[in-house]
């Protein structure tokens, strides 16, 4: 029998709803899960994170096949739908908890990440903030924000529509 292959990234990409949607339409994205990662306490709540300075980016934790989608592809559609020059911002939010970051899990993570974040640098005429740093920890947020967008189709979203349909169409480069 054969073993499924599977990873696991932590990306932190503005208000969580967008980025999980946005995730769940590409190709090869086998789960994801909204949260709270890299800040100075356990186990937070959404509402400590937003009043209570806890030092945590909403974030997604994205379990992909990488025969299907590469890390290094996940990353590149992660900087579509991000300002990736943009500091504690996304689209109308503002705040640490909005800051972008790529939160990796192993040194081979930690490689990619940083060679596609020089690439990116290499393109554009900003400063790159996406912060690349070890996972320090996720906390799954609570039921309401997961597949919120699912659920609430018209909600809040700082990634722009045509971008879930290009995810949707997403196809790899041979």
């Known amino acids: 029998m054969l073993r499924a292959v599977k990873e696991t990234v932590y990306l932190a990409g503005g208000c969580f709803w967008g980025v999980q949607h946005y995730f769940d339409?590409?190709?090869?994205?086998?789960?994801t899960e909204t949260g709270?990662?890299?800040g100075r306490t356990q186990a937070p709540s959404y509402e400590q994170v937003k009043h209570e300075g806890?030092?945590?980016?909403?974030t997604v934790r994205i379990v992909f096949d990488p025969e299907q989608i590469s890390l290094i592809e996940l990353l590149e559609q992660f900087y579509k739908?991000?300002?990736p020059c943009s500091v504690n911002r996304q689209g109308g939010d503002a705040g640490v908890q909005y800051r972008t970051g790529i939160y990796y899990t192993d040194e081979g993570q930690r490689r990619?990440?940083?060679?596609?974040?020089?690439?990116?640098?290499a393109r554009l005429d900003?400063?790159?903030a996406v912060e690349c740093r070890p996972l320090e920890g996720f906390w799954p947020a609570e039921e309401y924000h997961q597949k919120y967008l699912e659920k609430n189709p018209f909600g809040y979203c700082h990634i722009s529509p045509r971008l879930f349909e290009a995810a949707r169409n997403y196809k790899r480069e041979e």
Not at 25 to 31: A, D, F, I, N, Q
Not at 54 to 58: I, K
């Open 25 to 31: 339409c590409l190709p090869g994205v086998l789960e």
């Open 36 to 38: 709270y990662a890299n």
């Open 54 to 58: 806890t030092g945590h980016a909403e």
């Open 81 to 83: 739908a991000i300002d």
């Open 112 to 121: 990619t990440a940083e060679a596609s974040l020089t690439d990116l640098q």
């Open 126 to 128: 900003r400063p790159v």
